[in-house]
């Protein structure tokens, strides 16, 4: 065997390795902790360097700040400037209105509405084509009051007018749908006249821009005859045998409108605010003349004794020229402070309304039944079907060339189904709820299954009580239900099903143009702003365009909102939506500004969605911005983030693909109070001149959606 035995480690060199290995150990904790010292030593410096750039940024900051919100103070001039432009816009279209001379009245006068009104009840034996003509008009003098009391600020609004407007609103409404019942009437007189010669029952079908009308008369009473479909259409009803042999009609008035619905109360807290400011500015505007005055007579004495000593003509000439002098100055400089003290009055309750705009209620609406619906939770879609059965009136008889008819005093009768008693009845199941299909509007989308809902006219409110076997067919866009009584119904739809959003985006387009991009769960929605008027640029549904009879209809905003909701496009945050939604919630006086900011800067700047809003607290915003000037998208852009507190703005050290969140400022940038000041640090020259240049209505009107949509906190 060649190999050697291993030698044994003696005792010594045991005790020597072991030594080696502690003084090893001993050198490399030392080593450590000399490298962990120096290494706490320099984080230390860094953060005494840091705190101590921080506190002189700070400082910066506070000395400048001043002077930068007298700066932001004078652009935002702009808001009380555009509601001046609104005031006058209001005031030429009464003017417009009055020489225009076309016969129709002016609904916000109450004698023209009322001579209106009192004209129409005196027309007799219209028929349902004349009917429908007329109200056409009727339905534009109820869409103007209601944009009368939508458009006209609240402190613009005097309690006498809401009630004059509102009582207006409803005579029409209320008339209109009184000669629908009485031409419906005047139809059936004539129902045997107009018989089918296959069926023997009468038919009509009257389609209408604003109303589609369905009626049938039942003249056979063929107990076999229970389906009844209008002009081979599926939109109809299956009665039971109860109904196939009586002397009824059905009729379905479907109005592309709501009537049914109780007006919105005109919020009353901005009148309130805006009286108190107004008591305040009078005041100071009589300070500031009294002030004035005694200034004028102390300077006038001053004039009288120093007189004595030159010549008496020259003297009188003197005091008489410089008194015209003084007191048209005075007058002038009286003007000037008046017109500034209502400019300041105006930029307040400019404020104020734009602040009413973003304010969340304190409590949920009270439901009182079990099956009301909750307006502020659910929007009702596609109009009113108005469902009646009628008793069919006396039928007109020829007789040696004339036509005789009866007419009842009563008018036009209901026909309880089911009746109140039932006693003579054998079966239990003689009165069936009745099987309704109906239409669904065209220009109404419809994001899920709809619901139906029924008016209780005690409670004056939708129920969705006595509606069962509710089924809808997409494709054919059908409704489908069993309803035990008749009456008006509607489709109803969750008013927040694109809330919150997913993210949204501000792009300028052409010369003060801009775009508003919001993208929901189902829906991205574009919307075009110039100056006044908003304009729906595209919608896409399941990554497909779709058509609306609204795209590339130029709109004023507010009407251009109340156009989207009845469509079903709500992307509108009302004060309550905050029980039903999600959101992220922001300080809303924080958010107000930050939106008046970003309309400031939205002709020349993109801003968007940054997913790091949501993890920043409720006192700070945090938008990504990035310079844009070409009409064209930007490849790959740059952003940058921004974070406002309301007091300071400051870009980020971090951007949207970082790992964790920081507050951390980017390097070489400083602190401002404003966004349009720390945009001002990076942006060019004619970014900024374009801002500055920027049309005052096109600000006001940016602002308005943003705060309307409420991106920054619904997203």
Known sequence: MSGKKKRKITKAERLKQLQEEEERRQKEEEEARVKYEKEEMERLEIQRI???KWHQLEAKDLERRHEELEELCLLEGCFPEAEKLKRDTRLLSQWKHYIQCDGSPDPSISPEINTFISLWKEETNE??????????????LID???????????????????????????????LLHLKFNIATEILLRQASTLADLDSGNMEKVIQDENVTLYVWANLKKNPRYK????SETQIGFEIPRILATSDIALRLLHTHYDHVTPLRPVPTSLREYTATVNHLVKDEVKYEETAVDKELQEEGKQQENESNSVDEEQTKFEEQSGSEVQRSFVQEESEATK?????KLLSETVLSAQFLLIKNANEK????EDNEVDLCQFTTLGGVYHLDILELPPQCKPMKGWMIVEILKEGLQKYIYPPETTEDVETENAFPPIEVTLEVQENVILFEDPMVARWDAEGKHWQTDGISNVSYKPEDRLVTFSLETFGPVTLIQDAHINMPFQSWELTPLDVDQVLLTVTTVFTTIQIQIKENLCLLASITLSNKKHFSILEGKWMTPISFICALKEAGLNIFPSEHSHFYVVINYKDPLIEMKAYRQLALLSSAFAFGWSKWNIVCSSNKVIVKLKEHLSEKPIQ???WTLLMFSGDRAQRLKINENSETF????????????????????FASQKAMEKVRSSSCQLIDSVCYMLLSTRVLSYS
């Open 662 to 681: 920081s507050e951390a400022l980017k390097e070489e940038t400083e602190f401002h109070s404003t966004l349009y000041h720390m945009v001002k640090d």
């Open 127 to 140: 028929t349902l084509e004349e009917v429908i003509a007329k109200s056409k008009l009727v339905l534009k």
């Open 339 to 343: 017109c500034e003290v209502e400019m």
């Open 227 to 230: 389906s009844v479909r209008f």
């Open 144 to 174: 103007k009051l209601k944009l009368i009391l939508l458009e006209t600020p609240p402190y613009d609004l005097e309690d006498k007018n809401i009630k004059q407007y509102q009582g207006s609103i409803l005579e029409l409404q209320e």
């Open 365 to 368: 609406p009270y439901i009182f």
């Open 636 to 638: 790959k852009p740059n």
């Open 50 to 52: 840091e705190k101590e």
